[in-house]
Every structure is written in structure tokens, then in C-alpha cells.
């Protein structure tokens, strides 16, 4: 399969951008982070580096050490919501370095920032929801995400233990898929970029710095059956909070999974309103969870602007909605996080049937 082609721009897309750019000039904004964004991102670093502290050398009560654990793993997926996933994007700040350093968290986080950037700026952002280019729909065997993908019997039950799977995405990603991508220079069927001589070093030392930070030190810290239990909880909680957050933005009964036209391999839509067809907000006015998944239930904002900020998103969510609403384009949202959920539960169900 070759990557699909979009349909010509519409003026639907050009008029929203227009309007989006005279948002921040007017303003007198940059559609970069701020202070409000760096300082979101020194607590939770701080935090994840106190709470890995106290883990590996206070050696808390195993009651406490469990927790602790649990909420590394959820400081862990709110850095990549916040910190890393703007940086990748470029959108963290207006200098170059910041961003980079905002996107080497992830590297010392276990996965690797040059693997990402094919395979969430290029590949999920372009083909979003596309079966067998969007690598984000892709679980298989254990998950039918999408009507394309192959039924198998085990689907009928995949409502059931759905977070089983989703569990595993983070040690699955950091020791397993990030080879994948590096052996075979590729992301599903999208090709990586080059990497240059730095690239490999930098993959290679991060991944080295990660096990002696993560799978060295603990052992020889704590002892190596405490480790591997404690290492697992954080792997799997850090596995169902991300898995989550991404699935509910486009695994969801409203979304729309379009193929190419297997003659012209051309998409019906353009890029803009593909995006509006394949992804959900989720409880945007939830102003907690938007401030732990950095914005990450404003997807509908984050397709169409990602070098946007996740900051500004609840401003620029009202132009968009204004524009569709315009141009009769759909705009999707769950109200709630529940619901989203149930959304994401009955998709699930919905494909477990032939
Ligand atoms: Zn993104």
C-alpha cells in the first residue's frame, strides 16, 4: 500500500486558518507556550524526579512504594502529554533548543524522540484513523480498531479486556516497537527520515542511560524482586493512561475511518476536513484533566493547529466550532470524560462482531 493522497484544500481550511492567525495577531500572541506552560512543565519534572527519588532510595513501606509507582507512571504519560508532545510538535516555545529539550524527555522516559516524530507528527497527524498507515490503530491481533482491520473470534471479548492490552503499550513501545522502527527503518508503511551518525548515538546512549536509570540503579538499590514489581506497576499504569487519552480522541462510535479510492488512491476529503471527520474532544471543560493531558482532549484543535499550544486551545476551540458549525462540518466532542469512554467501549463492542 502506497500513503494515500488528500483531496485539494478546500476554502473551508483557508478561511480557518486566516481566522486563526488574525486570532493571534490581534492579540498580540504567540501561538507558542508561555509562562503559565513552563511552569506546568517544572512541576511535573520536579515531581517525577522527587517521586523517583524517594522510590529508589528511601525505600518507602511496599503499601506506599506501590502507589508511588502508580503515580510515576501517571507523572510519566502527563510529562509526554505536556512537555514532550509540544516539543516534538515545536510548539513548546519559540526557540529551537527549548523544544528539543522538551522532546528529549521522552528519550529519558524510555522511547525515543527521532522514532516519535515519524511516527505521531508525520504519520498519525497525516493519515489519521487510515487502516494500515495510521500506526495508532494498530493492535493487532488482540484489538480490532477499525472496521478495515480483520475479524478474529478472540474480538468478540475485546470490550472486556481492551485495558489489558492497552497495559502493555509503554514496555511493549520502549523495549520492543522502537527496535522495530530502528531495524526496519520504517513506520508501518511510511519510511523513517535518515538518521544521521548522531541519531544512532543518541538512540543507543538514551536507551543505555534509560536502563541504568530504570533497571540498573533500582536493583542495586532496592533488590531485584522489588524492582521488577515495582517497575512493572509503573510500566502498566503508564501503559492504560496514555493508550487511554490517545484512543479516546479517535477510537470512538462518531469517528470516521476513511480509505482511499483503490484506483486513484485518493482520500474524499481534504486534509482539514478529514481531520474534523477522525477526531473527538473530550470534556474540554474539565479544567483538571485538560490541565493533566495538556490539552489532549482538545484534539479537534490540536489536528488542525499542532504547531499550536496546547494552551491556547481552549481560546481558538470557539473560532473553530464557529467555522464548522459555517460550513456545516461536523465538530466532534464528548461532553464527558465518561462518555467518551462509554463512546470508546461501545466502538469496541461494535467491532467485535464480523
Ligand atoms: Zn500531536
Redo the contacts with the bound molecule.
Sequence with gaps: MRPPRFSAASSFHSDLKLRIKNYFTEKNLNPTGNFTLYSKAIILVAAYIATYVILVFFTPHWSLAILGAILLGGLAATIGFNVM?DGA?GSFSKKKWVNELAGVSINFLGANVFMWKTK??VVH?SFTNIDEVDDDMNARPFLRLCPNQRFYKIHKYQHKYFLFVYSLLYLYWVFVTDYKKYASKKVGIIPIQKMKAMDHISFWGFKAIHILLFVVLPIMMVGWLPWLIGFIIYGLATGIILSVVFQLAHAVEEAAFPMPNAETNQLEDDWAIHQLKTTANFATHNKVLSWLVGGLNFQVE?HLF?NVSHIHYPAISKIIRETCQEYGIPYLEHPKFRLAFASHVNHLRGLGRP
Design positions: 508532545h510538535h505521531h507528527n497527524h490540536h499542532p
